[in-house]
């Protein structure tokens, strides 16, 4: 073959074409909605103009489409030439690295998180633990997704309602009934799982995208319920005063009771306050770790694998005598039940609660880093979650931009790739001797 | 009774925008299967450029009212097409025949970039606008309580029922109606027999984008108020709707829009206001539960 055949001539005048239509288009959506600002004035509404950003617009998607197109032109036509697959390189890009590696990052990345606080310099300040115990949270709240969304392929919009249901229920039981954190987290756990089973068998028989926007809507309903039923969840006004774990009831405060013993002075210790924050952070690490324990063991039970089994195939599954409402269930509300805890012990360590900590914005966000970390991968949430929550809190001066950030990456992250930007996972079981192929690893495995 | 057929009129106006709304839901998922989670974020959309045009009118020194209204009309249309356009371009096109979720999730991120797109752009502020159209007709006059059927609730049920019926005949009688429901039928077949099944569906969410446009123009009208979240509880109605009339049926959607335009102004009216939204829900979980395929739709059997 001679050379000139994969090189074929660029038509400049068809890419320009390509680019103007796109500038078009670009202009058509921002012409007035970024052009045009409205601004309150006395006796009404003014406007504020932009040309200048809409022209900046315009341009940026006129050379981004030309720069495109001409790449896409002159690449090598041939698949050897180009070499791996895009299929291909999406089994192994960012896999190689954890699968290599997985296990020391894993490792290493617990080792760090227990030793954190004792470390000295700055993960040792009060700011820092505390914004690991935040950090922690979402990737227990992403570990709890993960099983939902990542191992049974069941799309859970409304997750940061089983996060309220159990946020409320530690809230209420101790401020009214005086029950103590540890009473009250396996019953707000139980909750939780209930609200899920309830929510979760009728919708449960239906197709995905039902199940999405039903839970939506449930997380609205549990937020409007929370907001208007003033006698029971004061409303707007939140739950306040709610009372602090103990340890083994052991108080954390300074004030020692009469007869009895505070955290320091049982061990002899002087009277820290980062004693709690300390003691919050491990005890949030303690049940995130629980979480990814459950998960890892109960991927090779039977029913782990009928969760990956069903959202590759549903109706295999039926024919091999899977009963998938059932089996859905148990994901949902298992799923459910982690946000349970989860919320209870944001309850426990913000001591005041209001249905404003639980809206539809949460559930994007958990749902953001699952999917950024890739679906159904443990490392991935964790990456995805220090990434995503970390990064925010450091860059506090961009917070109006965070969500548009989420939102565009989403898109993006499902465009490019679709198994997650940080991690990959492979089935938990693989039948001996039978390849991935492309079109099967495209299929939910991811 | 007085009272009760006041309601009527209000649960009418207020069906005919989600009808509107829920069409675009309905003819999507006929044509690809799938929910467009930004459909209700499209209609937001529709309200912000009828509101930013009816200023800039406003500003411009034109008083005419018809006249106003018919621009407003058109810009709306075109520039909210874009948007459909766009995002079945950049968040559904590239995802075909990937797995399952893809398209719903990137569809979730179209829906939250579009919110906050427009909170940064516009401002988070509640934007109100003065009425346009006032007057009406008052009935039974003299006892304790008056009918009113005012003008904008008279052009919307009016122009709502010239839309449906322009549509239905669209889908009917001309060439992209019928390679439309070939679409709906099979993609592949219709495409092998010469259809141009991307352009067929990139033209599906432009109809449903210019229909959202409409309601997004007729809920800034009717209600004065919106702001860049408007499209979220919007769209979950519309989707209730959709679901209540039987997914992927035209004249469905109209009626689930009435029923639930009806049962939420009849629930604010004689039970509580607070909670006129978890009545919707409430009617979706049923309607989920009872008649999954909705009132006019086909079950849907599956195929190995």
Request: charged letters at 15%.
């Amino acid at each position: 073959m001679s050379e000139v055949q994969t090189r074929p001539r660029v038509e400049i005048a068809a890419l320009l074409k390509e680019s103007v239509v796109a500038a078009l288009v670009a202009l058509g959506l921002t012409v007035v909605m970024v052009g045009m600002k409205t601004v309150d004035q006395p006796g009404g509404l003014g406007l504020e103009y932009r040309w200048n950003w809409v022209a900046a617009a315009v341009a940026s998607v006129f050379i981004g489409r030309f720069l495109f197109a001409l790449w896409r032109e002159t690449r090598p036509r041939h698949a050897a030439e180009r070499g791996p697959s895009r299929q291909q390189r999406m089994l192994t890009s960012g896999g190689d690295f954890i699968r290599k590696f997985g296990l020391w990052f894993s490792l290493f990345a617990l080792g760090f998180a227990i030793a954190m606080p004792f470390l000295g310099g700055p993960f040792s300040t009060r700011y820092f633990i505390d914004v690991a115990t935040y950090v922690t949270i979402y990737i227990m709240l992403g570990w709890g997704l993960n099983i939902v969304v990542g191992l049974a392929g069941l799309l859970d919009l409304g997750y940061v309602a089983f996060y309220a249901v159990g946020a409320y229920a530690y809230a209420l039981l101790s401020t009214h009934f005086g029950l103590s954190f540890w009473v009250v987290l396996p019953l707000a756990g139980m909750m939780a799982a209930s609200f899920g089973m309830m929510l979760g068998f009728p919708v449960l028989r239906l197709r995905g995208d039902y199940l999405a926007i039903v839970t939506l809507g449930f997380g609205e309903i549990i937020r409007i319920i929370l907001l208007n039923w003033y006698e029971l969840t004061g409303g707007p006004d939140g739950i306040s005063g709610i009372p602090r774990p103990s340890f083994f009831g052991l108080d954390f405060s300074r004030r020692v009771p009469e007869n009895g013993d505070t955290f320091h002075t049982f061990f002899g210790l002087d009277y820290s306050s980062m004693h709690r924050i300390i003691f919050l952070y491990y005890l949030i690490l303690a049940l995130a770790l629980i979480t990814n324990w459950f998960t890892l063991r109960v991927r090779k039970l039977p029913i782990g694998r009928a969760w990956e089994a069903l959202r590759e195939d549903e109706i295999a599954c039926r024919s091999l005598g899977i009963n998938p409402t059932n089996t859905k269930l148990t994901a949902f509300s298992i799923g459910a039940m982690f946000g349970g805890f989860a919320g209870s012990f944001f309850a426990t360590r913000q001591g005041f609660i209001s249905p404003e900590s639980f809206t539809f914005i949460e559930s994007a966000v958990i749902l953001a880093i699952v999917v950024l970390g890739g679906l159904g991968s443990q490392i991935g949430v964790v990456v995805a979650s220090v990434v995503l929550i970390g990064g925010t809190e450091l860059f506090r001066g961009l917070e109006e931009y965070r969500m548009l950030t989420f939102g565009a990456l989403m898109v993006a992250i499902m465009v490019w790739k679709p198994r997650g930007l940080f991690s990959f996972r492979r089935p938990t079981v693989i039948l001996e001797g039978k390849k991935i192929v492309g079109s099967q690893a495209g299929e939910g495995s991811g | 009774m007085e009272y009760f057929i006041q309601q009527l009129i209000n649960g009418v106006t207020l069906g005919s925008i989600y009808g509107l709304i829920a069409i675009g839901y309905t003819m999507v998922y006929g044509i690809i299967g799938m929910i467009n989670f930004a459909h209700g974020d499209i209609f937001m959309v529709g309200a912000f450029v009828s509101l930013i045009i009816f200023v800039a009118l406003g500003l411009a020194g034109v008083t005419f009212v018809p006249l106003a209204f018919a621009i407003v009309l058109i810009v709306a249309i075109v520039i909210t097409s874009v948007y459909g356009w766009t995002v079945e371009r950049l968040a559904y096109r590239p995802l075909r025949g990937s797995f399952r979720l893809a398209p719903l999730i990137s569809a979730i991120g179209m829906s939250i970039f579009l919110q906050n797109f427009v909170q940064l752009a516009q401002g988070a502020r509640v934007k109100p606008m003065p009425p346009m159209i006032t007057g009406g007709f008052t009935f039974l006059e003299g006892s304790d309580f008056s009918i009113t059927l005012s003008w904008m609730q008279i052009i919307i049920v009016s122009l709502t029922v010239v839309l449906m019926a322009g549509f239905a005949l669209l889908i009917a009688r001309t060439p992209l109606g019928r390679a439309q429901r070939a679409c709906e039928q099979d993609r592949t077949m219709a495409a092998l027999l010469g259809v141009n099944v991307d352009r067929t569906i990139s033209l599906t969410f432009v109809m449903g984008a210019a229909l959202a446009a409409v309601a997004g123009m007729m809920f800034l009208l009717y209600y004065g108020v919106i702001d860049f979240y408007i499209g979220f509880l919007a769209g979950i109605k519309a989707f209730t709707a959709a679901v209540l009339g039987g997914i992927g049926s035209l004249p469905g959607a109209m009626l689930g829009g009435l029923l639930i335009g009806l049962i939420e102004t009849f629930w604010s009216a004689y039970f509580t206001i607070e909670y006129k939204d978890v009545a919707a829900f409430s009617i979706l979980v049923l309607a989920l539960i009872f008649r999954p395929y909705g009132l006019l739709g086909k079950p849907e059997i599956e195929k190995v």
